[in-house]
């Protein structure tokens, strides 16, 4: 059976003309989309890579206001929502966020967003940067190593913010009011203005916005189903940014940048289940007994960007601070629940009635990063870098019974220091004009410290120190492209990634902590250890990917298309053992395969239609009895399928300009644990279609969008977490899609 995808490709290789019987004017091309995920500009269907590139506006202005939203429409990257903006987890083509250091690395320009270590809450924390003032975003899938460093395993999200004007005045201010199902009004301002100071040489941008997006969870008494709090999971956010552009010589110019964003919340869009045989919520729909708390989330990025440029080659010097800190105090009652505390204390039973976790992590990196680029070229490309960053982190968790006992019950915290040293390179060679070869290595150096203080009656009390970890680590790249006609090509590519080493805290057996001829904290001790004592190794990634990439001659079809399988060894993941949880390698791989495509087509004037699918399958190669893992399981949290169809049709309706476009995205079936697990039941989130539409009017530089986003307001689990806690007792937690929103935008541009 041909597909309509089948039959379009066919059309562009065979690139049969259309019956010209009578001449028209013709129809303007898709407008060539450019990129810098390889560090220069390129257009994205030359590039031997699957990389998609959005306009975030496009996105925003139709109630679609998160990376998530983003996602959903982007083939072969999947989101794991922990119920909040800014709190959730990133997976690209099979590679999941196992362990407590990210997988993918979040950028703003040339500067990275993520932590490098496992305690800084780096799993579970991302940079939303979607309501800055951003030119696009570019989504790089497979492994990046060799350019992006560390956590880059299993590809790259990079937020590339607008220049600053240097001719004339640039700005906007726009309003976005929606309302949510259970939930309120929704309110988000946003504006950007851009001054050229010295025309064509100073200029710069001030940007921010400000947004409250009503809560649409309650909390309730659970014995009567008395409505305590509406809306709980309210957010309040802002943020600002300061560009600054000085271009002191046609060859060089000097970029500053200092941006922040804060976010507030009292509890995630997260409730109780019925348990883990049903996807119904205990109490009612978008209801918990989980007391609201206190949550912030805060991002500061002070950076200095230096180009100049030769005649044989350009110059890029980054220097940048980047700092976040997490501050959170929340009701784990449902996850932990009072008669375990009760237990471990050794209380009467019902005493305690309520558990409280006060969390707090930040990081604080300063990185630098020089590189020298050659100009573009028919013959021979290169480019070659160095790498240095420096990085501390804590965590801290105190865990807080209600009503509170004479003891302190449990207080952890680890500080940790990271450090890292990388010298990188790539070489393209043009063997012919239509043939080329690329290869790329880096060599990385890494040293962690961490430190662990203890006290409480759940803790064994004191101050421990893992000493230093050391660390060197090669990724390398290979990939080469075959331009078989003018508009497409075939594309091979080897690439790897990596997370780094650190140092680790033991997870101990209790024969072990009740021997006294075993000391739980010497480093040299491998008696009783359920991890890798004061170690965690680091994991490497291995890809494989062959693709094809085009357009049709006239320029209305654009695809691509790739086969890709990879490798993730040894890979890095949390283990539960006799109630402690720690970091620990899975000995053995992650093998995963599949296929992603995407495709526009403009089949006539004002018609824009875009469609991405991808499939993937994964398993274990060996047994892990402590991750609960069996040789043939799939990896938790990695959708099967995802699939999306977007079509915008652009008119003139009495004068005005309008637009009429919707969409719907498609998340396909997940385990969510392993299959022997001891701590977590495996259940299956189940598949889900959400429906989007949208209509626009634009006169002169005013616009504005009537939408709705999950316009037949599905209810549908995003994401469950089954934990057993005792025999036959369970505390099942899900967070299911946002209800149905309906919105009104407008914008005005000068």
């Known amino acids: 059976r041909q597909t309509a995808l089948s039959l379009a490709i066919a059309g562009v290789l065979t690139a049969t003309p259309l019956a010209q019987a009578q001449e028209v004017e013709p129809q303007a091309a898709l407008e060539e989309v450019v990129v810098t995920a390889t560090r220069r500009e390129e257009a994205v269907q030359n590039i031997a890579a699957s990389i998609i590139a959005f306009s975030p506006d496009d996105f925003t202005e139709i109630g679609l206001g998160t990376l998530r939203d983003m996602i959903e429409y982007t083939p072969g990257v999947s989101f794991i929502d922990r119920g909040v903006i800014g709190q959730g987890s990133i997976g690209i083509r099979g ?30 924390l991302y940079y939303d940067g979607l309501l800055g003032d951003v030119e696009r975003v570019e989504m790089v899938k497979g492994p990046q190593g060799t350019l992006y460093g560390s956590v880059a395993v299993g590809g790259v999200v990079r937020y590339i913010t607008r220049e600053p004007a240097l001719e004339e005045l640039r700005g906007s201010v726009g309003a976005n009011l929606s309302d949510t199902e259970n939930g309120g009004l929704n309110q988000l301002y946003n504006g950007s203005v851009s001054v050229p100071i010295v025309k064509d040489t100073l200029g710069v941008t001030l940007s921010g916005f400000s947004q409250n997006n009503e809560g649409y969870v309650d909390w309730i008494d659970p014995g009567t189903g008395e409505v305590l709090e509406d809306g709980i999971n ?9 560009d600054m552009l000085y271009r002191f010589s046609k060859r060089g110019d000097i970029k500053l940048k200092v941006l922040h964003d804060e976010n507030e919340y009292d509890a995630r869009a997260r409730i109780e289940l019925e348990g883990p045989t049903s996807d119904d919520p205990l109490y009612g729909d978008f209801q918990t007994s989980s007391q609201p708390g206190f949550n912030k989330v805060e991002y500061d990025n002070y950076a200095l960007t230096i180009n100049y440029e030769w005649d044989w080659a350009s110059l890029t010097s980054v220097s940048s601070l980047i700092e976040y800190n997490f501050t959170s105090f929340s ?19 019902d005493t305690t009635q309520r558990v409280g976790l006060d969390l707090a992590s930040d990081s604080k990196k300063y990185i630098q990063e020089l590189r020298l680029t050659s100009p573009q070229s028919d013959s021979l490309e290169w480019l070659a870098g160095f790498y240095y960053a420096d990085e501390e982190t804590s965590e801290s968790q105190t865990l807080m019974p209600d009503p509170v006992p004479d003891q302190v019950t449990g207080f952890v915290n680890f500080p940790s220091e990271y450090t890292e040293y990388a010298v990188y390179g790539n070489i393209t060679y043009f063997i012919s004009s239509d043939f080329d070869i690329s290869l790329g290595a880096r060599i990385s150096n890494h040293e962690s410290e961490l430190e662990l203080t203890q006290d409480g009656a759940l803790t064994d009390p004191g101050m421990t120190s893992f000493g230093k970890n050391d660390d060197t680590v090669a990724t390398y790249s290979l990939a080469a492209r075959y331009r078989f006609n003018e508009n497409n090509m075939f594309y091979g590519s080897i690439a790897s990634g990596y997370r780094p080493a650190s140092a680790s805290i033991p997870v101990v057996s209790p024969e072990a902590e009740d021997d006294p001829d075993v000391d739980p904290n010497d480093c040299s001790n491998t008696v009783g250890l359920i991890n890798n004592g004061c170690e965690l190794d680091s994991d490497e990634v291995w890809s494989y990917e062959a693709g094809i990439k085009g357009q049709s001659d006239s320029g209305l079809f654009r695809y691509d298309l790739a086969l890709w399988y990879s490798e993730f060894e040894d890979f890095q993941t949390i283990i539960t053992a006799f109630g402690t949880s720690g970091n620990a390698n899975y000995d053995g791989t992650l093998k995963a395969y599949g296929i992603d495509a995407q495709a526009v087509i403009s089949p006539l004037e004002g018609l824009d239609i875009s469609a991405g699918i991808s499939w993937n399958d994964n398993e274990l190669d060996g ?22 169809l977007r079509a915008s049709y652009a008119f003139m309706l009495g004068g005005l300009d309008a637009t009429f476009g919707g969409g719907l995205r498609y998340v396909g079936q997940m385990d969510t644990s392993f299959s022997d697990s001891e701590n977590n039941v495996n259940t299956t989130v189940d598949e889900y279609v959400l429906a989007d539409l949208n209509f626009g009017l634009t006169f002169n530089n005013i616009s504005g969008q009537l939408y709705g986003t999950n316009l037949f307001d599905e209810m549908k689990l995003q994401n469950r977490r089954d934990q057993i806690v005792g025999p036959g007792m369970f505390t099942s937690l899900g967070v299911y899609t946002q209800p149905r929103t309906v919105g009104v935008s407008i914008k005005y541009d000068f």
Do not use: C, W
């Open 95 to 124: 590679i999941p966020q196992a362990g407590n250091t990210p997988v993918v690395g979040i950028y703003v320009d040339d500067v990275p967003m993520s932590t490098n270590t496992p305690y800084a809450s780096g799993a579970e």
């Open 234 to 242: 309210e957010t309040e956010r802002k943020g600002y940014a300061i």
């Open 331 to 349: 009701d784990i009652s449902s996850s932990l629940p009072p008669f375990v505390v009760d237990g471990a204390l050794g209380l009467p039973p």
């Open 623 to 644: 047994d892990d009895a402590f991750l609960g893992a069996v040789s043939g399981d799939q990896h938790p949290d990695i959708p099967e399928a995802t699939a999306s």
